[in-house]
């Protein structure tokens, strides 16, 4: 979970093993380093590169995981649930340095 100066609640992300299952940004906190602080605690969390699934349609989530150094290594032209929208698997290799800007609390 990812908190705001106030203690509330901004955003979180799910993590299985090395795998990104989702991450959320409440709208009015995008674009100010949380989903980068989020990653950086995964990385540091698992050790390993991570993964993460991206729609191929939604250019902000792939200008955002390619900009940490994720990097596309394969593609389904289905969804999980069969759906014919396109997916991206991605990995970050957990070599790569994330620069963090401090602020937010993580738990």
Known sequence: M???????????????????EALFLEPTYRRRGGGTRLIAHAQERCGAALAVDVNEANDAALAF????????????????TGRPHAVLHMRRDPAMAIVVSPGRRID
Do not use: N
């Open 2 to 20: 990812l908190a705001d100066e106030a203690d509330v609640p901004v955003g979180f992300m799910g993590l299985s093993q090395s795998s990104i």
């Open 65 to 80: 995981y390619e900009a940490l150094g994720f990097r596309a290594i394969g593609r389904s032209p289905l969804d999980e």
